[in-house]
């Protein structure tokens, strides 16, 4: 047994070192780390964007960009920031996580996986590229309705491949996952004994891959349209737009709760250890994320009240928009009955899990005011949507892949981050968070619409306020670069088991984790 | 390792399920809007050997028109206005003129309004079947044949009829 592991050590000093290493690294822990570091850089450059955005409407009139390019920012900071932010940063944590959580050795498939990520750069870079094009980049916003996205420069054959190498790289990180937790898992550990964040990333990769061929599907009827004189979407030879708002968002719902469920996993993971109490409803929790799931395959309209549909079809999509309201609630319930009571404590991470309860319930409020079909007449394409998907995207989503970083980098590194930096951190996140996108929802109930480069006067001041947030937020994270920096050049060792309310079996390893994961598997009681 | 190979199995399947799945989206779509008469989708076949019948049952069908895009032609319908018995044949025409020096070629999509009663909007000859080819500066005359069906439900006492024509000159070098 000892010489075997020996031999498992000794070759570790074949792998390439260098760049080459990380090229050619089958390593869970190496391509989550290649992951996050992506999202990191994509969320900037997607900032950077949005701070364009803010910058030309922070007051009324024509300053700084043309309206072409003004629309170009806006379809590819949605593009990046959903497609290049949000995802591979949850992909990234289900690589590190997945196997050091179900105590497998390393992922079911670790060539598809270094594949899957290293698809990123290159879609990434044509995707960018389109933006030193004669014509520009594209403009008809990231939902790429037709006919506008028809008319188009040429960027549009570059957007549809590297939304479809975007897509190939999802469905074959959710296939890995899939097999992963199905077949990997530690004896003992059945599915109803599974850490929650692993359940719920399940739930997430069946969803990428019921929901990601779909937009395949979609954008290529698209290409086909545009490019060899097929009419899915072309009315003059009997095609129908509409049918595109339909088909993107059957892909397009579920893909919203892609970009949430695994945040869901993570607030339901750290809210515990740091209320040192078990969550409360475990069993519910998983009921509950698998009912939204399945009910995001049948609200898909609700994003198209306004099309002109029948008023059956309006009252179904409204209803069963509202039925998604119970198993949230039931979650949010539940993360308030696991702190009832508990002793708890503040650090870093708990603080962005009890922002993310906070924020993400107003954004779910919001969410509920447009699933009203009467409403929504008045909402459509106001920037209270903007508001609502804001809210529910940034201290939603955004929150827990920061909440996760900050929970994990200990273990991950070996080295703990500066607890009062961390807070800083929070502290002006949260504060600018809320001065950016709440005087949204005032603007958008006002009736300013979205995606315009010039408004109103009437509108100035609240688009004054979301300036001055968003600037404050985009430089409140160059905070979070410097803060990883410091952990990472520190060579103060954290403990094993960070964190003395935490439960699971990647407390059980050292820190940082062994190469691969469990050499030999744990049982599970 | 048969069980991870089984998992691969099944979740490849379920993807090219899904993309499969999304073309299929286009001809459902199509069928449930037939049923529900949603977009006021006609019938795009020609109606042959419909037999008149006495109703003593009037209605008035309107006619529009609208140009898709700001193309150089002048679409309008002969009468904007008609009352007609059900189940009797009538004919109408739309007046079109190219405004430029050249060939075009050019097509027209229906639509009925309200919805559900498209289907009893039957055409027995009309233009929008095929692709039309106008010469510069003429002006043509395209035939309108149809008959509203008897099934029409009672409430109904208006139909009105739309076509959208659209530029189709591109289609025409490529053929």
């Given amino acids: ?525 | 390792m048969t069980n991870l190979k089984k998992t691969y199995l099944s979740i490849s399947i379920i993807v090219i399920f899904m993309f499969s799945f999304s073309y299929m989206l286009v001809p459902l779509y199509d069928i449930f809007c037939e049923i529900t008469g949603l977009n006021g989708k006609t019938n795009q076949e020609k109606i042959v050997g419909i037999n008149e019948v006495n109703t003593d049952r009037f209605v008035t069908v309107k006619f529009t028109s609208t140009v898709a895009g700001s193309e150089p032609f002048n679409f309008n319908p002969m009468e904007n206005e008609m009352i007609v018995e059900v189940g009797k044949i009538y004919t109408t025409s739309y007046i079109l003129t190219n405004n430029t020096n050249s060939l075009k070629q050019i097509t027209a999509s229906p639509s009925v309004v309200p919805g559900r009663d498209a289907e009893y909007f039957k055409k027995i000859e009309c233009f929008c079947f095929t692709q039309q080819q106008i010469n510069g500066k003429e002006t043509k005359e395209l035939p309108l044949q149809f008959v509203i069906d008897e099934d029409l439900p009672l409430n109904t006492k208006t139909l009105i009829l739309s076509y959208t024509m659209f530029n189709t000159t591109d289609q025409l070098g490529a053929k």
């Avoid at chain 1, 497998?104 to 498939?109: G, I, K, R, S």
């Avoid at chain 1, 990434?124 to 996205?149: R, V």
């Fill in chain 1, 1 to 525: 047994m000892s010489a075997n592991i020996h031999d498992i050590h000794d070759q570790h000093h074949h792998t390439p070192s260098g760049l080459m290493r990380w090229i050619t690294t089958t390593n869970h822990k190496d391509i989550g780390s290649l992951y996050l570091w992506f999202s990191l850089v994509m969320f900037f450059i997607g900032g950077f964007m949005a701070l364009i955005i803010r910058a030309e409407l922070f007051e009324p009139g024509l300053q700084l960009v043309i309206p072409g390019f003004f629309n170009q920012m806006t379809t590819m900071h949605a593009l990046i920031m959903i497609f290049g932010a949000v995802m591979p940063a949850f992909v990234g944590l289900a690589n590190w996580q997945i196997p050091i959580m179900i105590g497998a050795p390393d992922m079911a498939l670790p060539r598809l996986n270094n594949w899957s990520f290293w698809i990123l750069p290159f879609a990434f870079t044509m995707l960018l590229s389109t933006l030193f094009f004669d014509s520009g980049g594209p403009a008809a916003g990231w939902t790429l309705y037709p006919p506008l996205s028809l008319q188009g420069g040429n960027s549009m054959p570059f957007v549809i491949l590297s939304i479809h190498l975007l897509g190939i790289s999802s469905i074959l990180g959710a296939i890995n996952v899939i097999a992963t937790i199905l077949n990997m898992r530690a004896p003992g550990m059945t599915l109803m004994k599974m850490p929650i964040f692993i359940w719920t990333w399940l739930i997430t990769a069946f969803l990428l891959i019921a929901a990601m061929p779909v937009l395949a599907g979609a954008i290529t009827m698209l290409l086909t349209d545009r490019f060899f004189g097929t009419s899915f979407f072309t009315a003059s030879g009997g095609g129908d737009p509409v049918m595109f708002q339909h088909i993107f968002w059957f892909f397009g719902h579920p893909e919203v709760y892609i970009l949430i469920l695994p945040a869901f996993g993570i607030v339901s993971t750290i809210i515990p250890a740091f209320s040192r109490k078990k969550l409360f409803g475990y069993d519910s929790m998983v009921y509950a994320t698998a009912s939204i799931a399945l009910l995001s395959f049948i609200v898909w309209a609700h994003h198209m009240f306004t099309v002109g549909m029948p008023l059956a079809g309006e009252i179904f999509f409204m209803l069963t928009t509202m039925l998604i309201a119970v198993p949230t609630g039931v979650k949010v319930f539940n993360w308030v009955a696991t702190m009832w009571k508990g002793s708890m404590t503040f650090e870093t991470p708990m603080l962005f899990a009890l922002a993310f309860i906070i924020l993400f319930t107003i954004g779910g409020f919001s969410g509920l005011m447009l699933a009203m079909t009467p409403a929504d007449f008045q909402y459509h394409d106001t920037y209270f949507v903007v508001a609502h998907f804001h809210y529910v995207l940034v201290p939603g989503a955004v929150f827990a892949i920061i909440a996760a970083v900050y929970y994990w980098l200990p273990k991950w590194t070996g080295k703990m981050y500066s607890e009062s930096l961390g807070k800083l951190h929070f502290w002006l996140t949260t504060v600018f968070v809320n001065v950016t996108f709440f005087p949204m929802h005032f603007v958008g109930l006002a009736g300013m619409p979205r995606r315009i480069p010039d408004y109103p006067v009437q509108f100035a001041d609240f688009n004054a306020i979301a300036s001055v947030g968003a600037f404050g937020f985009g430089l409140s994270q160059i905070l979070f670069v410097y803060i990883l920096y410091n952990t990472l050049k520190k060579d103060v060792t954290a403990d094993d088991k960070v964190w003395d309310g935490a439960e699971g079996l990647e407390w059980t390893l050292s820190s940082p984790p062994p190469y691969h994961s469990f050499e030999k598997a744990p049982r599970v009681e």
